[in-house]
């Protein structure tokens, strides 16, 4: 071997390791797949051993790729605290901060809302991600996170921000084809819009399965705002989160909220390394004004 391990490349081995292409982990690591490529190469010509293998499935690690994983691993761990013990410490509020939500609460209540946060504090860098995925708060791919469900990590601080009903929506366009369902039984005779099965076993999924289990599916999609859009343009009916439909004037409620139908909860979270730091201080602060306004 010739000379050190550099974090970086162990960084990029990791990425590679856990996402399975080089592309994938370059979008995670936001480089291109090209840097991933070279710099692994680079790490396997200096080390002299395969690290990562071809197979259908992705890339897999080698024998030498698995001892190296642990290293790197242990390594990540020493510089992330590192890294959130002095970024805990900042009492500017100045700089990078990280935020995490579902696409919908982005889209329809955060964007809209974030120039209070950048006008109370204009030298705040505010990177908000719209990801569906439970992102990891130990390795820095968020500094606060906004979760439709309560963390079940230990070992991060969360915050209730506010509980929000869930309603049956439909659209005039898709009424006037379809008919309006005037109680539960009639759920079952009518075109679903559902989200893919990453969220079959939400709350709100399972109350639709169970109350109309006889309804056709016409459309899935991957995200809270393709959701809505398509049940909007008149595909069929579909749950949605009363927060957000109320800023899509197309979506019509097909039910009382009466009927029984499912709550759901938002949480913040964070990492405790970073309760000091004036950034996430600063943005936790302004998603109860946004999220919670009647506390």
Request: net charge positive.
């Amino acid at each position: 071997m010739h000379g050190m391990l550099a974090w970086d490349d162990l960084r990029y081995f990791l990425a590679v390791y856990r996402h399975g292409t080089h592309a994938a982990a370059g979008r995670s690591l936001r480089v291109a797949a090209t840097t991933i490529g070279r710099r692994l190469g680079a790490l396997e010509a200096a080390l002299g051993v395969k690290l990562l293998q071809r197979t259908p499935g992705g890339l897999v690690p080698t024998e030498a790729g698995q001892r190296l994983r642990a290293h790197a691993e242990r390594v990540e761990a020493e510089v992330l605290a590192s890294e959130r013990a002095l970024t805990g410490e900042d009492q500017r509020v100045a700089g990078p901060v990280r935020l995490t939500s579902g696409d919908g609460l982005a889209v329809y209540v955060l964007m809209p809302r974030l120039l209070e946060l950048r006008t109370q504090h204009p030298n705040l860098e505010v990177e908000l991600r719209a990801d569906t995925r439970v992102l990891d708060l130990s390795r820095r791919e968020a500094d606060v996170g906004v979760r439709a469900f309560r963390p079940r990590e230990p070992s991060l601080l969360a915050r209730r921000l506010t509980a929000f009903p869930f309603g049956v929506y439909g659209s005039e366009a898709y009424f006037a084809r379809r008919g309006r369902p005037s109680s539960l039984r009639d759920l079952s005779q009518h075109d679903w819009v559902v989200p893919d099965a990453a969220q079959e076993s939400s709350p709100h999924e399972v109350w639709r399965r169970r109350q109309a289990s006889g309804g056709r599916i016409v459309v899935r999609t991957s995200a809270t705002t393709l959701l809505m859009t398509a049940c909007a343009e008149g595909h069929g009916l579909a749950m949605v989160p009363e927060l957000l439909a109320a800023h899509e004037p197309r979506l019509v409620p097909a039910l009382s909220r009466a009927a029984g139908l499912p709550t759901g909860e938002l949480w913040a979270v964070t990492h405790p390394d970073l309760r000091h730091n004036a950034r996430v201080n600063a943005v936790l602060a302004w998603l109860v004004r946004v999220l919670a306004p009647s506390r």
